[in-house]
């Protein structure tokens, strides 16, 4: 009896092994055709002093990985700066950069642009505002980046936040 016992043991024991590796080699087989979820990245912030003007830029440089193995084409990325007001008849005309610029600290980005797969995209942001104490430049920025997936026939987000000041993200 004891025999049989441990036969049954071994039984169930190899069964569940052999299931938990199937699921694992099932997962990573969807990953290597269909691929990852895409992402957006803050890879870096700064400051530019306008000295006649009286104004400073806020910039950001925002990279969109397209971790799929199929293209999608970007609609809109949206910057929201949480303590800030921006001067957009200061800023850059949307025809060259492709932001328009609000005054309530947010801007936007509508020009599509496709991303093969397993590409990127950096996009670089510039908002001019009223010079400020650089010790009172702290400000949450929340990014927005909305996608068509075509694999999905549907429009999806990515998302990310951060602290925009002086010593870094």
């Known amino acids: 009896m004891p025999i049989e016992l441990a036969q049954f043991i071994a039984y169930v024991a190899l069964t569940m092994t052999g299931i938990t590796v199937a699921i694992v ?10 691929g990852w979820q895409p992402i957006l990245m803050v890879t870096g912030q700064g400051l530019k002093s306008g000295f006649v003007d009286e104004s400073y830029i806020a910039t950001l440089n925002l990279e969109f990985w397209n971790r799929g193995k199929y293209p999608v084409v970007v609609r809109h990325i949206f910057v929201d700066f949480t303590d800030m007001d921006f001067l957009p008849e200061k800023a850059e005309p949307t025809s ?31 908002a001019p505002f009223a010079k400020r104490s650089l010790d009172d ?9 909305t996608y068509f997936d075509p694999r999905l026939s549907k429009n999806c987000k990515a998302d990310t936040e951060f602290v925009f000041r002086l010593n870094g993200l």
């Open 25 to 34: 080699s099932l997962r990573f087989s969807y990953r290597q055709n269909v």
């Open 96 to 126: 060259k950069t492709g932001w328009y610029i609000k005054y309530d600290g947010t801007g936007v980005y509508s020009d599509d642009f496709a991303i093969e797969g397993s590409g990127h995209k950096p996009v670089e942001f510039e």
């Open 137 to 145: 430049l702290s400000c949450e920025v929340k990014v927005s980046l």
